[in-house]
């Protein structure tokens, strides 16, 4: 299996932050890479795919890059409805994989 | 954007099979094109991705829960279900299940999650 590892698991950010969080896989994932947000009590939404694309309907402050072992979301402006967990999951192959989450939290 | 609807019972005993079915809502099930998956987070924690099917029945598990998986699809009822034997605590958990587009190979349609609690 391919492991994913995020960075920060935690991270308190006050409104208007730059936020990075940095994911890296195990093996190559070459850009298989999606990134989600969730709050509490809701299923996850996907926010970027493909490393770097956005998906439709998401603000344009979020964005993500990389490609191999390693990639970065980042959040240019922090809002106070980006306050969620994120995770990164690998589509490269199966079994699909997930981070552990990033808990973003109000400074 | 589509909604996928998780149902079955909050409580399963030990030893029991956890059964849920996901209804997917405007006969697209048939349609192709994706792989219609259970994804479970146990409490405070992480995702984990169970398995998927696709309409034609093809089916794939992860290891570590293969032994105890089966993913089954009703056309006819536009309903995919999972089936997991021999429960453990270990097994409480919000239970999702989730389209996974084969081409981008991303889920952006989720249920609501369903959280199934094993206790006797």
């Known amino acids: 299996d391919i492991q994913m590892t995020q960075s920060p698991s935690s991270l308190s950010a006050s409104v208007g932050d730059r936020v990075t969080i940095t994911c890296r896989a195990s093996?190559?994932?070459?850009?298989?890479l999606n990134w989600y947000q969730q709050k509490p009590g809701k299923a996850p939404k996907l926010l970027i795919y493909?490393?770097?694309s956005l998906q439709s309907g998401v603000p344009s402050r979020f964005s993500g890059s990389g490609s191999g072992t390693d990639f970065t979301l980042s959040i240019s402006s922090l809002q106070p409805e980006d306050f969620a967990t994120y995770y990164c999951?690998?589509?490269?192959?199966?079994?699909?994989?997930f981070g552990q989450g990033t808990k973003v939290e109000i400074k | 954007q589509v909604q996928l609807q998780e149902s079955g019972p909050g409580l399963v005993k030990p030893s029991q099979t956890l059964s849920l079915t996901c209804t997917v809502p405007g006969g697209s099930i048939s349609s192709g094109g994706y792989y219609w998956s259970w994804i479970r987070q146990h409490p405070g924690k992480g995702l984990e991705w169970i398995g998927y099917i696709y309409y034609s029945g093809s089916t794939y598990y992860n290891p570590s829960l293969k032994s105890r998986v089966t993913i089954s699809v009703d056309t006819s009822k536009n309903q995919f279900s999972l089936k997991l034997t021999s429960v453990t605590a270990a097994d409480t958990a919000v239970y999702f299940c989730a389209r996974e587009d084969i081409v981008l190979m991303v889920y952006a349609a989720w249920g609501q999650g369903t959280l199934v609690t094993v206790s006797s």
């Open positions: 999951q690998q589509s490269y192959s199966t079994p699909r994989t």
């Open positions: 093996q190559t994932i070459t850009s298989y």
């Open positions: 493909a490393a770097s």
